[in-house]
């Protein structure tokens, strides 16, 4: 089944502790992305990555980082949480050029105390 | 700067109405424009789109409706049920880069009242 694949679900963190994201696509996508999702204020686009070991900052990407060594993996980082990255995170990922058909993950709902 | 605006921010039909959402927009330069659904729980899940060269497109009971003079494009959904209560997002797509860049609207929460 084509999916996008996120872990944790949901994870509860204390400010400052270094945390991963792990994002997996098995569509052999090139494009893949994180948005975070808040009340009222819809998806954010966080990061994204067009290709293997190409990345760039989308509008939100401040306390973040992102890797991309392989074309299915797209981790995101928060090297320094803090409460204000409480949020819901999905990764997405499309085929690159022209194609708005994104295939979204379930989502990670991190809580930062 | 929000790029898309999207109104109702919420939204109640009674089943077999028809439920009406907006978005506009303020960048010519954008390429496509879908709307994605979104299940508690779930990720948004592409619905519907339209290029900006069209000025309707339909599948099923959804519909999109896009005035490029105006800049502004909206989704009917005819015969409103139950099981179409969600969240639905406007988006633009912005290539100009071959970066494949998605701005969303805000949400509209849909509920369909049996």
């Known amino acids: 089944e084509a999916q996008v694949t996120q872990n944790p679900r949901y994870l509860i963190t204390v400010t400052g502790k270094k945390l991963t994201v792990t994002c997996s696509q098995n569509?052999?996508?090139?494009?893949m992305s994180w948005y975070r999702q808040d009340p009222g204020l819809g998806l954010r686009q966080i990061y994204y990555?067009?290709?293997?070991?190409?990345?760039d900052k989308g509008d939100v990407p401040e306390g973040y980082k992102v890797s991309r060594k392989e074309k299915r993996n797209f981790p995101l980082i928060l090297e320094s949480p803090s409460p204000n990255q409480t949020s819901l995170y999905f990764c997405?990922?499309?085929?690159?050029?022209?194609?708005?058909?994104?295939?979204f993950g379930s989502g990670t709902r991190l809580t930062v105390v | 700067q929000q790029q898309v605006k999207q109104s109702p921010q919420s939204l109640i039909v009674q089943k077999g109405g028809i439920s009406i959402i907006n978005c506009a927009y303020e960048?010519?330069?954008?390429?496509?424009f879908p709307w994605y659904q979104q299940f508690p729980g779930k990720g948004p899940a592409l619905l519907i789109a339209?290029?900006?060269?069209?000025s309707e497109k339909k599948e099923g009971r959804f519909t999109i409706s896009f005035n490029k003079s105006a800049k502004q494009f909206s989704l009917h959904i005819m015969d409103s049920q139950p099981g179409d209560s969600a969240t639905y997002f406007c988006?633009?797509?912005?290539?100009?880069?071959?970066?494949?860049?998605?701005?969303f609207g805000t949400g509209t929460r849909l509920t369909v009242i049996p």
């Open positions: 997405a990922s499309s085929e690159r050029q022209f194609n708005y058909g994104y295939t």
């Open positions: 569509m052999n996508h090139e494009y």
């Open positions: 339209i290029r900006p060269d069209v």
């Open positions: 988006a633009a797509i912005l290539d100009q880069t071959g970066a494949n860049n998605l701005f």
């Open positions: 960048n010519t330069a954008f390429d496509y």
């Open positions: 990555s067009m290709n293997v070991e190409v990345t």
